[in-house]
């Protein structure tokens, strides 16, 4: 069997637990595992789009990301790889949702065991390859256009896929998991699928046919239905929507019946002239059976074809699309007949067609020989008539379809002048002062179908003037469609001439009885206009006297006073009003009928009922021929609006109550940003009475800066024609106040915005509160954030030893006895280093426990500080293997001070060790000890990466580390604890830095310490 090859990326930033977990690959017994190491996330991204790897081991806390968001990067560029976590943090609820993210397994370092680590790897291959399989596979099904579904022995629901569902009306599977399928099926179906389907699905295991589903709407779905049983005695079933095709099928029939039973011949003709289909009418216009012609060609039926002129029209054809002839068809006796034919070209799945509906018009070419004959009589006739015989049509111009010849002796025109208007028409021929009445004549009697009669005068070509007799009617077809004007026209200027003479002879007698019947009907006919005018109108109106009295009311003046027109003629104010309203009327109309001066009130009555009717009036003198003056007056209704009037000036009157109570500041602005309304809240804000407010602006009232927000969210809410809430500053006191304001827009009739209204609540005490609770918070979150430095920095780097520690020792149980003594020895040293690391870790974290409450032992004595610095520099080079060269230099008179030799060892073992931990390997550390007077001081300056200017404010806090020391260990604890104990000697430290460039700290302590 071949040796399978598996590709493992292992993504871990420490490089002893990389070495760690490549032994133990290299010692399981499948010699084909190829690991991969790459320490920052981007690394690993760019491998797996690179190359093909069947499994990621992945450490959770990488320089360049953190946590399990990383899962999801690695599947947004492999969506199937499998993935197993390494990581420092034993914590449940991560692991959990790792696994929920996508990861195949779990695994805490300190607690992976040689054979869990081999057998996570295989399991997690395995599992991921088997998910692959299931997810295609559920894939295939779920796209299948086909429904797809699983019953169990009660043939219930318990898998479909969502074409299934849709099959039967259903839009998601869910509605369908459970119930019984044989619910989906009616009547006759349910007892076919009891009796026919399910027998010979349990004899055979296997059924196959067409049946009649239900979709959820109740509509009928037929089907292709296939069954198989299982060998748990559920079912898979199958099914295909064919309700398309039995529709198509039911159209195609349906297309056949009614093409059979069509009145036209119609024919479908190959290319080659052959019948393909024909339909009954067909076959009994030319006396074929249907098989005979099926049998025959086009040649065979039409005597006009030839294979040349066929092959012409079959081109013709092709090009046009549709043609339309007249032609002969030959019977199956040899008797021709005349047909109509229309032939469409028409192609199907690549294959052409000549489809051709025929219509014997035998009847309609005998009625056209008919016809012909009838018009010629018709023609004999007219030629007889002593008048002019004529048809023209309905349209503007009268356009003529035939006249007679005597047209010529009335108008000098030749009739075939007059034909389609060739020349000119009926209508130039007619004298222009009498056309409008000769259109509307005949209009009004063809709208009532009646003959119309016409006399008027025609001018002939000589410019003389002929009386013309018209007779006509309008010819309509059966639908009712005016197709033509038939009649005649006769000569009758002899008679009008005669007519005319006695008219003129009677005109006179009959000029002065007409002006005596006018005369007297004249004033009756007036005053009954005047009062018909009168009571149609919507305003009351009357008419007085010189006497005030009323001579003259409408029906609207009666109703609205609330009496009749009897109580009212002939009558004065003082017989229907007070006394005190009757006077001031009187006096007007008296002042009206003296000066004529239009007068217009706003007054009250009292009327009949007693009811005040507040009124406005317009009074205007009317003097007639006989030099009588009169009062004409028009009354208006103001009780509803007055009533309107008085409730608006109470509304308003509350509503500036409501605002004046209010504790916000109310407002309103015109869209050009003036005041036009505010509330006594408003007023005390600024300090300034109502009328030094209203008409002015924000940039009146308020700073520059402050005005010009103001008025930009006013801008926004004109704009948006939406309330919107904006918090906005003014100043109140000389103290700047915060307010939230909600402002909106006010519309006129037509939806356009005319101001803007305004609420402004002061909340400069919230908004403080909240800065102190985000500060609080910010406290917390800081307190929080240190908290879960610790535990995440402090797991990591316990757990980075311990996995040393368990993997050396598990290396050392099952393979030892393969190994060197100096291989052993390797071990024994890893397992050493670790131990000393957690032990320099946990007194990291107790001094900065100490440190922090105040417990951190401070026990200074005199130092030569010259020969403890050469001390330190010698431990740094031993402990560095020569690696680096710290160059050591010191100046002073007196090189001793007061210290506590424990701390100041941590404060310059720290620097030092970061210096050489920054820097890259054989390069300088400079080390000086310069002494004064009163002052000791430290600097040590490398060549390092240098530390980013973003970094240096938080530099001294626990567990912060710069964000360039990538995969390089430590803790954040280092310059936390330098800072400690430089203060607890009273000292400074200063740090300067250059990225790429190098790092320089100095620390300066005072030589003598003050007594406490």
């Known amino acids: 069997m071949p040796v399978l090859l598996l590709n493992i990326l292992l993504v871990e930033d420490n490089p002893a637990d990389a070495d760690l977990l490549q032994e133990i690959i290299d010692e399981q017994d499948e010699p084909a595992w190829q690991l991969t190491h790459v320490e920052r996330l981007s690394e690993a991204l760019h491998y797996l789009k690179q190359q093909e790897f069947d499994l990621v081991l992945l450490d959770l806390s990488l320089p360049d990301a953190q946590g399990l968001d990383m899962l999801a990067r690695i599947h947004d560029v492999s969506p199937t790889m499998p993935i197993v976590v390494l990581t420092g943090l034993d914590d449940e609820v991560m692991s959990l949702e790792a696994l929920r993210?996508?990861?195949?397994?779990?695994?805490?370092?300190?607690?992976?065991?040689?054979?869990?680590?081999i057998r996570a790897v295989r399991y997690a291959i395995e599992r991921a390859r088997t998910q692959q399989v299931i997810y295609q596979q559920s894939a295939a099904i779920s796209a299948s256009r086909d429904g797809i579904a699983i019953l169990n022995r009660e043939l219930e629901y318990s898998y479909l896929n969502q074409a299934h569902a849709e099959i039967y009306g259903y839009t998601s599977p869910d509605f369908l998991m459970g119930r019984n399928w044989r619910s989906l099926y009616d009547g006759e179906e349910h007892l076919r699928i009891e009796h026919e389907i399910m027998p010979v699905l349990r004899r055979q295991g296997y059924w196959k046919g067409e049946t009649v589903g239900k979709r959820s709407s109740g509509e009928r779905v037929y089907?292709?239905?296939?069954?198989?049983?299982?060998?748990?005695?559920?079912?898979?079933?199958?099914?295909?929507?064919?309700?398309?095709r039995k529709q198509a099928e039911a159209s195609l029939r349906l297309a056949q019946f009614s093409l059979d039973r069509v009145s036209d011949a119609v024919y479908l003709v190959k290319p080659n002239a052959q019948f393909l289909y024909v339909n009954e009418a067909a076959c009994q216009s030319l006396g074929y059976s249907q098989q005979e012609l099926l049998n025959l060609t086009m040649f065979d039926v039409y005597p006009a074809y030839t294979p040349e002129l066929w092959a012409e029209h079959w081109q013709t054809l092709k090009q046009q699309g549709w043609r339309r002839a007249e032609s002969i068809n030959r019977m199956k006796d040899g008797r021709e007949f005349p047909i109509e034919m229309s032939s469409n070209y028409l192609q199907f799945n690549g294959k052409e067609f000549k489809c051709v509906i025929v219509r014997d018009i035998s009847a309609r070419k005998a009625a056209e020989v008919a016809l012909q004959k009838s018009e010629q009589k018709f023609r004999s006739l007219v030629a007889n008539v002593p008048g002019v015989i004529y048809r023209y049509l309905p349209d503007e111009r009268w356009t003529v379809v035939f006249i007679s010849d005597e047209i010529e002796k009335i108008t000098g025109y030749p009739a075939a002048e007059f034909i389609n208007n060739r020349v000119r028409s009926l209508i130039d021929c007619c004298h222009p002062n009498d056309w409008l009445m000769v259109q509307q004549v005949t209009e009004r009697a063809l709208a009532q179908r009646q003959p119309f009669v016409l006399e008027y005068r025609m001018i002939n070509r000589n410019g003389g003037i002929r009386w013309v007799y018209q007779k006509g009617q309008g010819v309509w077809n059966k639908d009712g469609f005016l197709l033509y004007l038939d009649g005649a026209i006769f000569d009758v200027s002899d008679r009008k001439q005669a007519e005319a003479q006695i008219l003129r002879l009677n005109k006179s007698l009959q000029q002065q009885a007409l002006d005596l019947e006018i005369a007297n009907q004249e004033l009756g006919t007036t005053q009954e206009f005047l009062s018909t005018v009168l009571d149609a109108a919507s305003d009351p109106i009357f008419v007085k006297d010189e006497q005030h009295r009323w001579v003259l009311l409408n029906q609207k003046f009666c109703d609205f006073v609330g009496y009749s027109r009897e109580d009212l003629l002939d009558k004065c104010d003082y017989d229907i009003f007070s006394p005190e309203q009757a006077q001031v009327f009187w006096e007007k109309d008296n002042q009206l009928l003296t000066t004529g001066a239009i007068q217009e009130d706003e007054e009250y009555i009292t009327d009949a009922n007693g009811q005040?009717?507040?009124?406005?009036?317009?009074?205007?003198?009317?003097?007639?021929?006989?030099?009588?003056?009169?009062?004409?007056?028009?009354?208006?209704?103001?009780?509803?609006?007055?009533?309107?009037e008085?409730?608006?000036?109470?509304?308003?009157?509350?509503l500036q109550a409501i605002l004046d109570n209010a504790q916000t500041a109310i407002y309103l602005k015109d869209i050009q940003g003036r005041y036009i309304l505010v509330n006594q809240k408003f007023q005390t804000l600024f300090h300034l009475p109502l009328e030094q407010i209203l008409g002015q602006t924000d940039y009146d009232l308020l700073p520059p800066e402050l005005a010009y927000v103001s008025q930009t969210n006013d801008r926004k809410v004109l704009e948006s024609k939406t309330s919107m809430a904006f918090e906005e500053f003014t100043l109140q006191d000389n103290t700047l106040h915060t307010y939230l304001s909600v402002k909106f827009p006010l519309f006129d009739r037509e939806g356009v915005p005319y101001a803007v209204g305004g609420i402004s609540t002061d909340i400069t005490a919230r908004k403080q509160a909240e800065a102190e609770v985000l500060r609080a918070l910010e406290r917390e979150k800081e307190l929080s954030e240190l908290k879960s430095r610790f535990i995440s920095t402090a797991s990591h780097e316990f757990r980075t030893p311990l996995t040393t520690i368990l993997g050396s020792t598990e290396l050392l149980e099952y393979s030892s006895h393969r190994w060197t003594d100096e291989k052993k020895q390797k071990h024994y040293g890893q397992i050493r280093a670790a131990v000393q690391h957690m032990t320099q870790l946990l007194d990291d974290v107790l001094t900065i426990s100490k440190s922090e409450a105040g417990k951190l032992p401070f026990h200074p004595v005199v130092l030569n500080l010259e020969a403890f610095c050469h001390r330190l520099v010698d431990e740094m080079h031993s402990m560095t293997r020569n690696h680096h060269t710290i160059q050591f230099t010191c100046s002073g008179a007196v090189l001793t001070a007061e210290a506590d030799e424990k701390l100041l060892r941590?404060?310059?073992?720290?620097?030092?060790?970061?210096?050489?931990?920054?820097?890259?390997?054989?390069?300088?550390?400079?080390?000086?000890?310069?002494?004064?007077?009163?002052?000791?001081?430290?600097?040590?300056?490398?060549?390092?990466?240098?530390?980013?200017?973003?970094?240096?404010?938080?530099?001294?806090?626990?567990?912060?580390?710069?964000?360039?020391?990538?995969?390089?260990?430590?803790?954040?604890?280092g310059l936390a604890i330098v800072k400690r104990a430089v203060e607890l000697h009273g000292g400074d430290i200063m740090v300067e830095s250059e990225l790429g460039a190098g790092t320089q700290f100095t620390v300066k302590i005072p030589r003598v310490l003050e007594a406490e």
């Open 101 to 117: 993210r996508g990861a195949q397994d779990y695994l805490v370092k300190g607690q992976i065991a040689y054979p869990l680590l």
């Open 223 to 244: 089907q292709e239905l296939s069954l198989t049983a299982l060998s748990d005695g559920g079912y898979v079933c199958i099914v295909r929507d064919i309700s398309d």
């Open 612 to 644: 005040v009717r507040y009124i406005s009036t317009k009074n205007s003198r009317f003097i007639d021929s006989f030099n009588n003056r009169y009062i004409v007056g028009i009354i208006r209704d103001m009780t509803a609006r007055k009533q309107a």
């Open 646 to 654: 008085e409730a608006l000036r109470e509304s308003d009157e509350r």
């Open 906 to 973: 941590q404060i310059l073992q720290n620097l030092l060790s970061n210096a050489i931990k920054y820097s890259p390997a054989n390069s300088l550390i400079v080390f000086n000890l310069m002494c004064t007077d009163e002052t000791a001081i430290f600097q040590i300056r490398d060549q390092g990466i240098g530390i980013p200017q973003a970094d240096l404010q938080h530099l001294f806090e626990s567990f912060h580390r710069a964000n360039n020391v990538g995969t390089i260990a430590g803790t954040g604890l």
